[in-house]
């Protein structure tokens, strides 16, 4: 019997071992790699009983994918045992990711009595990590980075018996035969162990900032109540504005701070453990002292990125008398790759931490935390690691074998073949060369344990990207299929839900940039498209993106840019104007009268800039889609309002969404007195409804009826849930993304369906 899916570092072997002998069957079961393989032999009704319950009755973090049996002749074998593993055969990892520390771990960590209280690295077949110290398969602990640890005698007991909950668990260890925690601080001895524990909750206590290694690299954490000390951490960091990642003892600590329903708790103490984005509640009801640190950790944000501990020595960590409530942020400068290597740690960090709480166990893969968001009682996830890679994702039509390289920011690639694809964790924006060395390592080690061996090298259309060019000089380019940007956002909403490309969709990908296939820039798209190719249907009308990247992290060039576009008069009354230095005034006017380095753009996130610049919210973005954001958090503080109407024309066939009515209006109510929240309210209010105007004349057009709404613009739960309701109320099946993100991070999903499907003719 050979069983195929996630099989390995889950317990699977001693279930079936265990299993077997309460059927009174005999035999063996080894890991290989491409799964687990059983030779069983006994009474029929035995055997038969088996082959039933080794799917149905697996353990709990196991998933399995195919069971297939093949006759052999008896031995007359007694007894079972698991037997060492094969390297044999095509592998086909299902490595399971790192999980949770479980209930009966924690029990033990709290137990006085227990030989592993209040060990740092406590774990067992149902929890730990798993992805992250994988060197390579069949998954035992000779290719862990656990294998620098050898069992003690206690250990190696609890290893070899089939009764035991660490039976064959690779990462089981105890204080005498694990890994070791220390403290390191400049100008102070090292501590150890219990010292270096307790050492490191008085100086989080004390307002310090430390460098916490982790499961999946470090992180910098301090008191989150601090204010001081968030303000030394952003500061040290560069952060600017962009909020912290918090981690909470407890969901009690989280009382009065945010709003948590049965899904967010759901994910915040499922076996993931994600940072999952709550939205803050009034300052009325928060706790005493509290509002300031709130805002020192996620200025003008409507939400907070909040995780529970998800290993045991984030739990001791968080215990008392440590703080209840810390910041834990990736340790890296903003940009760069999250750092795993220990005297990385200590040379790259020293500027930004007072002490290093680390350990001697190697990180062998790095893995960001993962971040989810619920919209309407349903996950949207914002980033895919921890917690979730490297579990492949079902296809839904074959493919051939494929690398996808994904886009330049918040970099994700992905593998591909037959009927799976392995998404890569979060790499980073690939700017520098920090994260184009851990893209080439993830690629080699995601190839190693997948056995994928690439035909074909999906990549982005536009020819300046980082991550296409970087992969053609690996690659060459025999078998390179660009993918247009906003194709491959709807191919992957598309994959996700199963779709198998035999019909069109009408997809809305709104996002800040993608190269179009006329030069421009896109970003405010609706697309009639499958697998093999798309048709622009409509999309917002082009205005001029000055300077590039200077309008993106200068939104109220983006608004005056839309001013000109629309023929408005640049008053000085007008946030935007008041914002824009005089000299970079007029020279801005130029630009744009002669249209010197002004590409035509047709996106929606630079017109979410744009009006979040005219409201008055945003003029500076110090952070990706800042002022989105805060466009957001206003409209949501106002709440709902009549929403602006959008133009709509016809141009050669392609229907047009013209802002200038939009922005007009906007004018005129800040003229009036209005808010900014009145402002954002109305404006989102607006892009629903044109959603909605263009799906029901893509609809009239095409007779198509699914609509897959993509992008990182749809990562705004307000939006995102206007346009879905909206959008079903006139009779459309809504796709969203439930299993990778609207932004980047999803795109390499769709990049692969459209470059590699077998027989498929290649990209759109």
């Not at 903003?334 to 020293?350: C, K, N, Y």
Request: charged residues 20%; glycine residues 10%.
């Amino acid at each position: 019997m050979a069983v195929r899916g996630v099989v390995q570092g889950v317990g699977f072997r001693p279930f079936v071992f265990s299993l077997a002998a309460e059927l009174g069957l005999a035999g063996t079961v080894t890991n290989t790699g491409e799964g687990v393989l059983a030779e069983i032999e006994g009474r029929t009704e035995a055997l038969e009983s088996f082959c039933r319950r080794v799917a149905g009755d697996a353990p709990p973090l196991a998933r399995v994918d195919a069971v297939e049996h093949v006759p052999l002749p008896p031995t007359g074998a007694t007894g079972f045992a698991i037997t060492p593993s094969r390297g044999d055969g095509q592998r086909r990892s299902l490595v399971p990711p790192d999980t949770a520390t479980c209930a009966d771990c924690l029990g033990e960590l709290a137990d006085p009595h227990d030989r592993r209280y209040r060990h740092p690295f406590i774990s067992c077949t149902n929890c730990g990590p798993r992805h992250t110290i994988v060197t390579g398969l069949p998954y035992d602990r000779a290719n862990t980075t656990m294998a620098d640890f050898p069992m003690c005698p206690d250990c190696a007991r609890e290893y070899t018996d089939p009764a035991d909950r660490r039976f064959h668990a690779q990462p089981v260890c105890c204080h005498a035969c694990g890994p070791e925690l220390s403290l390191v601080v400049p100008g102070d001895r090292t501590t150890r162990r219990e010292d270096a524990l307790d050492g490191a909750r008085r100086m989080l206590r004390g307002g310090a900032i430390l460098a916490v290694k982790g499961i999946g690299g470090y992180h910098l954490a301090c008191d989150a109540r601090n204010v001081p000390s968030l303000a030394r951490l952003r500061r040290r960091k560069r952060r600017g504005s962009k909020p912290f990642a918090l981690m909470a003892r407890d969901l009690a600590e989280l009382a009065g701070l945010v709003q948590v329903g049965p899904v967010e708790e759901e994910l915040l103490t499922g076996a993931a453990r994600p940072i999952v984005l709550l939205r803050r509640v009034g300052p009325k009801v928060s706790a005493p002292g509290s509002v300031a640190a709130l805002e020192a950790v996620a200025p003008r944000s409507p939400d907070l990125g909040v995780m529970l501990p998800y290993t045991p020595l984030h739990h001791l960590l968080l215990a008392p008398p440590g703080p209840g409530l810390l910041v834990m942020t990736s340790a890296n400068l903003s940009g760069e790759p999250i750092v795993t290597d220990d005297q990385d740690a200590f040379d790259r960090l020293a500027p930004l931490v007072d002490g290093w709480l680390t350990h001697d166990r190697t990180i062998h893969v790095p893995c960001e935390d993962s971040v989810v968001r619920v919209v309407d009682g349903e996950h949207l996830p914002v980033r895919r690691s921890r917690g979730h890679v490297p579990l492949p994702l079902p296809l839904p039509v074959p493919v051939r074998p494929v690398l996808a390289v994904g886009g330049d920011l918040k970099n994700t690639f992905a593998l591909a073949r037959d009927g799976y694809a392995w998404l890569s964790g979060h790499i980073g924006d690939m700017d520098d060369l920090a994260t184009l060395e851990a893209f080439d390592r993830g690629t080699a080690h995601l190839e190693a344990v997948t056995g994928v061996q690439p035909e074909v090298l999906a990549v982005d259309r536009h020819p300046n990207y980082r991550s296409a060019r970087h992969a053609r000089r690996s690659f060459g380019d025999a078998g390179v299929r660009p993918v247009q940007h906003h194709h491959a956002h709807i191919a992957s909403v598309m994959a996700e839900h199963g779709l198998d490309g035999s019909r069109p969709v009408i997809g809305v990908a709104f996002d800040g940039t993608g190269y179009g296939e006329d030069g421009a820039v896109w970003g405010g798209e609706v697309l009639l498209a499958d697998y093999d190719g798309f048709r622009r249907l409509g999309h917002l009308a082009y205005v001029p993106l000055p300077g590039g990247d200077a309008a993106v992290v200068r939104p109220y060039r983006m608004a005056l840019a839309h001013l000109w576009a629309a023929g408005i008069p640049w008053s000085a009354d007008l946030a935007p104007v008041r914002a824009c230095p005089r000299d970079e005034l007029a020279v801005l006017e130029t630009q744009l009268d002669r249209s010197l380095n002004c590409v035509p753009t047709s996106s929606m996130g630079r017109l979410f800039d744009a009006v979040s610049a005219l409201a008055g919210v945003c003029q500076l973005a110090e952070y990706e889609a800042q002022a989105a954001i805060e466009l957001e958090a206003a409209a949501l503080a106002h709440g709902p309002a009549e929403g602006y109407a959008f133009g709509l024309r016809r141009d050669g066939g392609v229907l047009l969404g013209e802002p200038e009515p939009v922005l007009a209006a906007v004018v005129a109510d800040l003229a009036l007195g209005a808010s900014g929240g009145l402002v954002a309210a109305r404006f989102h209010a607006a892009v629903a409804e044109l959603v909605r105007a263009q799906c029901r004349a893509a609809r009239e057009e095409q007779g198509t009826d699914t609509v897959a709404l993509t992008g990182g613009v749809f990562a705004n739960a307000l939006l995102s849930s206007a346009c879905a309701h909206g959008l079903r109320a006139d009779g459309f099946t809504v796709l969203r993304h439930r299993r990778v993100p609207p932004n980047d991070g999803g795109l390499a999903l769709g990049q692969l369906m459209v470059a590699a499907r077998a027989g498929g003719p290649g990209a759109g």
